[in-house]
């Protein structure tokens, strides 16, 4: 019913920048949260980036400064904009949301996932 699909992602050098993208679409009442996350291989997903319907903005502490999340007014675009990559950036990149169907169910759902490689 709630769908969410990435994109943007790619091959960057170290240093560089990479922008990626997540819409959310279906028979949605409100959305609360969007958030990005990201999981390298062999390890656990982890929160890269978060922002509400009140506009609060929630980083990992190994972005602060070099990621900016940002969204539209209805919450179901929101981008997320990385400068000076890192190797350790590297990783699947999967975009989530939180709120309420037209029905008012509770959803959480998660995109497919973009790929970002930070590489020389």
């Known amino acids: 019913q709630v769908q969410l699909v990435e994109s943007g992602g790619g091959l960057v050098q170290p240093g560089g920048s990479l922008s990626l993208s997540c819409t959310t679409t279906g028979s949605i009442f409100m959305i609360n949260a969007v958030g990005w996350y990201r999981q390298a291989p062999g390890k656990e997903r982890t929160l890269v980036a978060r922002v509400t319907s009140g506009h609060s903005v929630d980083y990992a502490d190994s972005v602060k400064g070099r990621f900016t999340i940002s969204r539209n007014n209805a919450l179901n675009t929101v981008h997320l904009q990385m400068s000076s990559l890192k190797p350790e950036d590297t990783a699947v990149y999967y975009c989530?949301?939180?709120?309420?169907?037209?029905?008012?169910?509770?959803?959480?759902?998660w995109g497919q996932g973009t790929q970002v490689t930070v590489s020389v």
């Open positions: 989530n949301a939180l709120g309420y169907t037209q029905a008012r169910e509770v959803f959480d759902v």
